[in-house]
């Protein structure tokens, strides 16, 4: 039911006398609030509530469940053990993991009543990218262990939402493969898992550029892997196994340095790149590096300490993504959530302050808004949402995220998601 129908519920049918002089009041009422208003939110994501109600008129439901805290339960249904295990997994006791949902329970909305939030608009420009909404789309490597579309599958329906994707390194896809299915007016950003071979590095971050991706996400937190009990339990690495390698196995760079091409000597390959991108720890001087070979903003991924993020901000970078990778690399680690109030204060007048890890609904996405955060990476959900229906899975998560988000938003009592601040949270000022 949209929120126009529920006004006029809620009023009731009227008598006819004085419904003109009542329709020019509200006519000349509602002018002064529109002019006072934002415009809706162009793509309509609350209508996504509105098509479910009406198609369950002709018997049809959803493709799965809207309740996207329950997708990873269902999601073992659609997946290999290994696959599921890599997926869902983090390191150690899951600590982490743990935490960054624990986070967001402790934190609470406060709604407030008799805002004008009938109307609302969540558009915004991260970076130089306009956004429909403070979303985007985590990069999830080896995406293809959940579908065989993979990658291909997600840009095209975070595309057909308008929503960016960030390409990971590990992609099961080429860099041009995804950008073709992205179309050419979508926006897309590049993660970088860092080679510490630099001709290569080079050779990925040209060929990212040329095939529009805008803005370098660098991920610093997964320099090696961390002690993983679900993968290691079923001796599972699908890069290994030559999965997730699209990227250096179809780089120029990579290539020229084999006997023998990816497709002919697949183990050679494997033995030479999992060494190249894992393994090395670069440190803060070699971002000056990175800058020289990219033009466009660079943001730094896995940035939990205030003092990382003054020092990402010294050394001239436009961004970070306050993250613990979803609790997939340090066991016990800090909740990203809690991390993030301490980092916006520190550097949030210097460079964007993004935000992951732990985000299954519209409310978390408001959370980490309120505390700070400019926009929302959202990763696990809309993998799950791939191992469920491929694109139109990922889509359907996407809808059900957004249309979250915008009725959640409307309902605390905002507008814009630049009205959110930590006075909207319980013990916020």
Known sequence: M??????????????????????????????????????????????????????????????????????????????????????????????????????????????????????????????????????????????????????????????????????????????????????PDSARWFQLYWPNDDDVCVSILERARRAGFTTLVVTLDTWTLAWRPQDLDQSYLPFIRGIGTAVPFSDPAFRSALEKPPEDDVISAVLRWVPMFTGTDHSWDQLAFLREHWDGPIVLKGVLHPDDARKAADAGMDGIVVSNHGGRQVDGAIASLDALPGIVEAVGDRLEVLFDSG????????????????????????????????????????????????????LSGHRTPAELSAGSLQGGV
């Open 2 to 183: 949209s929120e126009a129908s529920e006004t006029s519920e809620a009023a009731g049918p009227g008598a006819e006398a004085g419904a003109e002089a009542e329709a020019a009041a509200g006519a000349a009422a509602g002018t002064a609030a529109e002019a006072a208003a934002p415009a809706p939110s162009a793509p309509g994501f609350a209508n996504y509530q509105n098509d479910i109600y009406l198609n369950g008129l002709d018997g049809q439901l959803p493709p799965f469940t809207t309740d996207l805290t329950l997708l990873g339960a269902s999601a073992r249904e659609h997946l290999d053990p290994g696959a599921f295990g890599y997926l869902a997994g983090a390191a150690g006791s899951g600590a982490t993991h743990r935490a960054n949902r624990e986070a967001f329970d402790r934190h609470r909305l406060v709604p407030r009543m008799l805002r004008g939030a009938t109307q609302r608009d969540l558009t915004t420009t991260v970076l130089g990218t306009r956004m429909p909404a403070p979303v985007l789309l985590a990069p999830v490597g080896v995406q293809s262990i959940i579908h065989p579309d993979g990658e291909l599958a997600t840009a095209r329906a975070a595309a057909s939402l308008g929503v960016p994707i960030v390409l990971s390194t590990a992609s099961s896809h080429t860099i041009e493969e995804v950008a073709e299915a992205s179309g």
């Open 359 to 410: 985000v299954r609904t519209g409310s978390d996405v408001l959370k980490a808004l309120a505390l700070g955060a400019r926009a929302v990476l959202v990763g696990r959900p809309y993998a799950y949402g791939l191992a469920h229906g491929g694109e139109d899975g990922v889509r359907h998560v996407l809808r059900s995220l957004l249309a979250d988000l915008d009725l959640t938003l409307g």
